[in-house]
Structures are given as C-alpha cells and as structure tokens.
C-alpha cells in the first residue's frame, strides 16, 4: 500500500520539482528517557535522497512541498540502521539570482530498525546555490525527532546536497 501511494504521489507531482541527493556528516543523536539525557555522533553517516516540488513564487519567496528519505548507519553493534521518510514543507527566500535560503518544516516516520518508533517532527534550515538552471548545491542543518513509550530521541546531521531540476 506504501508503494502504491509513492507511486501515486509522483505521478500526480509532475516533473517540475527538483530532485536531489545529500551526503550527511556524522550524524548526533539525543535521547531522553525518565529525566536522565545522553547524545553522542553516530560514526555511520548518512545519505539522503529527495524530490521537492514547487507550489507557490512570488519575487523572492517561494513554497515547495518535499519528500525524502534519509538512511543512517547507527554503528553500535550488528551493523544497524534507522531511516527516516520524510514529507514537509519548504518556504524559500531568493537572496539573488544564484542563492537561496530555505527552511523546512514536517513530519518523519522512522524506517528500517527504527520502524517500531513513533512518527515524529523533521525541520531543517539551510541555503542553495545554483550553478545554472538545472543543477545546484547547497548545505543544511536537519533534525528528525522521534520517540516510544517516554523515550524522546532527536538524530540531527549537517548535509551537503547535490540538486537537478526537472523542469
């Protein structure tokens, strides 16, 4: 049912958007449970790949809808994994022909060993450079935020992103 909704949703987007790909730093997780806190970097690093569409311009700001999917390497023991599908928000301002802001704002469901958390909120801040019409880079600061039963866990990254547009 997952498959078919994607498969729908992309469709129904078109090909306007812009797709892209992130490599993540090392990752850092933050978990609290019963009033006591830990974090430490998850030395597995990361990737992301997504799809943003846009929705609304006007001059210098924009709105995009997005989808993503990112994959972290959690390192402590049998090689495990969590991931996290994404779908938010993406205001943008246009500080000049080539540079932009951005801001993201939306939900996560944890994936892969992480599949039994609960969804949670995703938000990212960061700017994008374009080096024509169709390809661009860009860096940003993202946090996923997650949780089960009275334990709250936030997995932060910084990204550098690779993008192509469609249109």
């Given at each position: 049912?997952?498959?078919?909704?994607?498969?729908?949703?992309?469709?129904?987007?078109?090909?306007?958007?812009?797709?892209?790909?992130?490599?993540?730093?090392?990752?850092?997780?933050?978990?609290?449970?019963?009033?006591?806190?830990?974090?430490?970097?998850?030395?597995?690093?990361?990737?992301?790949?997504?799809?943003?569409?846009?929705?609304?311009?006007?001059?210098?700001?924009?709105?995009?809808?997005?989808?993503?999917?990112?994959?972290?390497?959690?390192?402590?023991?049998?090689?495990?994994?969590?991931?996290?599908?994404?779908?938010?928000?993406?205001?943008?301002?246009?500080?000049?022909?080539?540079?932009?802001?951005?801001?993201?704002?939306?939900?996560?469901?944890?994936?892969?060993?992480?599949?039994?958390?609960?969804?949670?909120?995703?938000?990212g801040l960061g700017a994008h450079y374009?080096?024509?019409?169709?390809?661009?880079?860009?860096?940003?600061?993202?946090?996923?935020?997650?949780?089960?039963?009275?334990?709250?866990?936030?997995?932060?990254?910084?990204?550098?992103?690779?993008?192509?547009?469609?249109?």
């Amino acid at each position: 049912m997952k498959k078919m909704l994607i498969i729908v949703l992309s469709l129904s987007l078109g090909i306007t958007g812009t797709i892209y790909l992130g490599i993540d730093s090392t990752p850092e997780m933050e978990i609290e449970a019963n009033g006591y806190s830990g974090s430490g970097d998850l030395d597995g690093g990361g990737i992301t790949i997504g799809y943003n569409h846009p929705v609304y311009q006007k001059e210098k700001m924009g709105v995009a809808v997005g989808g993503s999917y990112n994959l972290v390497g959690l390192d402590i023991g049998d090689d495990e994994e969590v991931g996290f599908l994404s779908v938010y928000a993406l205001p943008t301002y246009s500080i000049n022909d080539k540079m932009m802001a951005w801001f993201s704002l939306g939900f996560n469901m944890p994936t892969h060993d992480g599949d039994d958390l609960d969804t949670g909120l995703t938000y990212g801040l960061g700017a994008h450079y374009k080096f024509n019409e169709k390809m661009g880079v860009g860096i940003g600061y993202v946090v996923n935020q997650t949780g089960d039963e009275g334990v709250d866990i936030t997995a932060s990254r910084i990204a550098l992103f690779v993008g192509y547009s469609l249109k």
